[in-house]
T-cell receptor, first 113, second 114 residues
Framework: DGGITQSPKYLFRKEGQNVTLSCEQN?????MYWYRQDPGQGLRLIYY???????QKGDIAEGYSVSREKKESFPLTVTSAQKNPTAFYLC????????????FGPGTRLLVL | QQQVKQSPQSLIVQKGGISIINCAYE??????FPWYQQFPGKGPALLIA?????SEKKEGRFTISFNKSAKQFSLHIMDSQPGDSATYFC?????????????FGTGTLLAVQP
């Protein structure tokens, strides 16, 4: 089956700790995205990548980092600099640019201990 | 100018009724307007999308109405069913925009009562 997988489903972070969220797609899509979802605020773009080895900051990139070494993988690291990391994180992909349909993964819920 | 304003925040509709969710935008450069449906604990899924060259698009019980002059678009769910209970997001993007991204509304939580 083609789709987007995110792991883990739940992730707990301690103060001062970096954590990495996994996102893998087997749709052969060029573009991938990371969004943060908070109650009442919709989806906000953290980072996006339109091609391997290239990525751009979204609206709320501070405290986050990404890499795009492989077409199918776009991991997100939540660094200790992100002071309010508790949220639902969604990864998405599309064939090419943003105006193509974006397909979302099931999400990772990050909680701070 | 980059915002998409969505209302209402929540909506309760009886089974068989019509659910209406509205969105408004300021940036006239937006030229793609999708709606996403999200069930609890899941990622959003594209429901229906419209471009500004048409005023209405219908797919089954779901219809997008688009008013270019008013810079508004809305989602109508006809014959609403309990299975339609979800959060709905409108979004907008522009071709060739510097940001090259989807701008999402804040979402509407729809509850369809049996």
């Amino acid at each position: 089956d083609g789709g987007i997988t995110q792991s883990p489903k739940y992730l707990f972070r301690k103060e001062g700790q970096n954590v990495t969220l996994s996102c893998e797609q087997n749709l052969n899509h060029d573009a991938m995205y990371w969004y943060r979802q908070d109650p009442g605020q919709g989806l906000r773009l953290i980072y996006y990548s339109q091609i391997v080895n290239d990525f751009q900051k979204g609206d709320i990139a501070e405290g986050y980092s990404v890499s795009r070494e492989k077409k199918e993988s776009f991991p997100l690291t939540v660094t200790s600099a992100q002071k309010n990391p508790t949220a639902f994180y969604l990864c998405a992909s599309s064939i090419t640019g943003v105006r193509e349909t974006q397909y979302f993964g099931p999400g990772t819920r990050l909680l701070v201990l | 100018q980059q915002q998409v304003k969505q209302s209402p925040q929540s909506l309760i509709v009886q089974k068989g009724g019509i659910s209406i969710i509205n969105c408004a935008y300021e940036n006239t450069a937006f030229d793609y307007f999708p709606w996403y449906q999200q069930f609890p604990g899941k990622g959003p899924a594209l429901l229906i999308a419209i471009r500004p060259d048409v005023s209405e698009k219908k797919e089954g019980r779901f219809t997008i109405s688009f008013n270019k002059s008013a810079k508004q678009f809305s989602l109508h769910i006809m014959d609403s069913q309990p299975g339609d209970s979800a959060t709905y997001f409108c979004a907008a993007s522009m071709l060739g925009g510097a940001t090259n991204k989807l701008i999402f509304g804040t979402g509407t939580l729809l509850a369809v009562q049996p």
